[in-house]
Every structure is written in structure tokens, then in C-alpha cells.
């Protein structure tokens, strides 16, 4: 397969789910960039929660509440979406496909709230595995997202957590 194979193909996915759930009548497809952008979110969070290989109810509810907060979708939109990202995770031979998204329309402060929401993913059942920890680490590199900013990021995340969410 071509190195950009698995991109052509969620951006084809990514069209349809747009023009079936989300672009109004008349709209120009211009918007299809941005739900790429939450494709890749999201799967970068499910990611996470798969890493441990158990997959809790409190993960699942992480992943779809920091969805709907991030793009301020409907229920019906962020499952369509979460389905959708869920298939493209499961497809993707790295993250690339998705951290080269974010990284070309996310600034850093955008780039920094997605690694809150991995690292809340992560803690959301108040323990945070190797595998899980592994992966942020990884993405965070990808994102170019700086030292500082990490912290900050897990910082906030854990907080949100409560204290019981173990390192």
C-alpha cells in the first residue's frame, strides 16, 4: 500500500461522514479538513484506551465526553464520529496519519488540550499503565508539544481525575 493509502482513505471516510451528518445543505466542503482533525482526535484517544487492552465503561465515557466538549457535537455526531475514528485506529499502522493533522491545523494550545484528554483517558480509571503512559509519550513527541506543556497538561488531567489516579 502507498504511504498515504490509509490517509486517502479516512479522508474519503471523513467526507462521508460529513456530508451525511454534519454539513448543513448549500455548505462548501471546505470543513472536510476539520473533521479529519476530530477523526484524528478521537483516535488518538481511543488509542489510549485500547493500550492496556481493557476496556472500561469510565475510559469510554472519558474518550466521548472530551469529543462532544473539544467540537461541541451532538450525541448522535460524536458516536457516528467515535465509530468512525474507532475503525480508522484499528486500520492505522502508526499515528502519523493522525498526529500530522493536528500538528498542521492545531496550534499549540490546541495541541496541548489533546494531550490533556489522552492523559484523562489514561487516569480515568484512576491507574495509569505503562502502555498508556508508552503512547502519550509517543504522541507528545509527534505533536512537538514541549516539556513544559506536557506537564502542565498531565498536571490538569490528573487533577480532574482526583487524587486516587496513580502514575
Not at 500500500?1 to 454539513?23: E, S
Not at 462532544?68 to 455526531?77: G, W, Y
Request: hydrophobic fraction near 45%; proline fraction near 2%.
Amino acid at each position: 500500500m502507498a504511504p498515504y493509502g490509509n490517509i486517502d482513505n479516512m479522508l474519503n471516510n471523513l467526507k462521508q461522514f460529513f456530508d451525511q451528518h454534519i454539513r448543513p445543505a448549500g455548505s462548501a466542503s471546505t470543513g472536510s479538513a476539520h473533521h479529519a482533525l476530530q477523526v484524528a482526535t478521537a483516535a488518538l484517544l481511543i488509542e489510549v484506551m485500547r493500550s492496556d487492552r481493557e476496556f472500561k465503561d469510565v475510559e469510554r465515557h472519558t474518550v466521548t465526553a472530551a469529543i462532544t466538549k473539544r467540537f461541541e457535537l451532538s450525541a448522535e455526531e460524536t458516536a457516528t464520529l467515535l465509530r468512525l475514528a474507532d475503525t480508522e485506529a484499528q486500520q492505522a499502522t502508526d499515528y502519523y496519519q493522525f498526529t500530522s493533522l493536528i500538528n498542521k491545523h492545531f496550534n499549540a494550545a490546541q495541541k496541548e488540550q489533546v494531550v490533556e484528554y489522552m492523559w484523562q483517558v489514561a487516569a480515568a480509571d484512576h491507574e495509569v499503565d505503562r502502555f498508556e503512559r508508552t503512547l502519550v509519550h509517543k504522541v507528545v513527541d509527534l505533536l512537538y508539544v514541549s516539556r513544559p506543556a506536557q506537564i502542565a497538561a498531565r498536571e490538569r488531567a490528573l487533577r480532574g481525575i482526583g487524587p486516587k489516579a496513580e502514575m
